[in-house]
C-alpha cells in the first residue's frame, strides 16, 4: 500500500499534468507540496524505483500507467469526500480541501464506493474538478480558462474553480464565482486586470493570476439586467 507521502506525491503530480501535461518538473513538485528540491528528488528516485513515474534527463517526469492510476484512487477519495463535506456535513467549499487532504489516506475503498452511491454518483466535486470513476478512467478536463475562453462581451458559465490557493478560492467565493455562475468578462486591461459581470450584476476586478484560476465554458444567457429592465424595475 502507498504511504501518506506517496500519495501526495502522486496526486500532486497528476494534478500539474492535468493542467499543464507531462513533463513535470522537480521544482513544480517542489512549490505544490511545499517541499525542497532535493527532498523531490529522493521522492523521485523511489517511486522512480516502484514503476510509478518516468524520468528523462534535465526535463522531468511523468506517471507510468501504474502511477496514474494510483493517483486517480487518491483524487479520487480526495473529491467524493469533498462532495460528502459540502453536500452531507453543511462544510463550506472553503473548507473541504483540507479535510478532505486529512481524511484521504485513512478511508477503504467500501467507504469511498458507499459514499459515492450515497451522493448518487456526482460527476465533479464542490469546486468543479471532476471525480474519476469507479474504473479509474482518466476524467475529461472541463472547461478553459476564463482569460483563454472569452473576451470582453462574451458570457460563460463556471464549470470549476482551483482549489490550489485558499487565499484566491475565498475570493472567489466571495465574489460569487463558483461553478454554476454565469459571468460576462467586461474588461481586460493591458496590465493584466480582467472584470467580470456576474449573475446578479455586480462586477468584480480579477488579477490575471486569479482569472487563470476560473475555468469556463463558452456560450451563456445575458448577465445582470439590461437596460429596460433596470428602466422597468424603476
Known amino acids: 500500500m502507498p504511504t501518506d507521502a506517496v500519495e501526495d506525491y502522486l496526486k500532486a503530480i497528476y494534478r500539474i499534468e492535468s493542467r499543464g501535461g507531462p513533463p513535470v518538473s522537480t521544482s513544480q513538485i517542489a512549490e505544490a507540496l511545499d517541499k525542497t528540491p532535493a527532498t523531490v528528488t529522493s521522492m523521485i528516485e523511489t517511486l522512480s524505483d516502484r514503476g510509478l513515474l518516468s524520468r528523462e534527463k534535465y526535463k522531468g517526469v511523468e506517471l507510468t ?12 477519495r480526495h473529491r467524493l469526500i469533498e462532495a460528502f463535506l459540502a453536500e452531507q456535513l453543511d462544510y463550506e467549499a472553503t473548507e473541504v480541501h483540507d479535510e478532505a487532504d486529512a481524511l484521504e489516506h485513512h ?29 479509474l478512467s ?9 482569460v483563454a475562453a472569452l473576451e470582453p462581451g462574451e458570457h460563460g458559465t463556471v464549470i470549476r474553480v482551483s482549489d490550489r490557493d485558499p487565499d484566491v478560492l475565498e475570493f472567489l467565493v466571495d465574489a460569487g464565482i463558483t461553478p454554476g455562475t454565469t459571468v460576462e468578462v467586461v474588461d481586460v486591461t493591458s496590465f493584466g486586470l480582467v ?13 490575471e493570476a486569479v482569472a487563470d484560476r476560473v475555468y469556463v465554458r463558452r456560450g451563456a444567457d445575458s448577465v445582470g439586467p439590461t437596460d429596460e429592465q433596470e428602466a422597468s424595475d424603476a
Open 138 to 146: 482518466t476524467p475529461e478536463s472541463t472547461g478553459t480558462t476564463l
Open 107 to 135: 478511508v477503504s475503498e467500501e467507504f469511498t464506493r458507499r459514499v459515492e452511491r450515497v451522493l448518487d454518483y456526482p460527476a465533479a466535486d464542490p469546486h468543479g474538478d471532476p471525480i474519476p470513476p469507479a474504473d
Open 195 to 207: 472584470t467580470v459581470r456576474t449573475d446578479d450584476g455586480a462586477e468584480h476586478g480579477l488579477p
Open 65 to 76: 500507467p501504474a502511477g496514474e492510476v494510483a493517483a486517480l484512487e487518491v483524487v479520487r
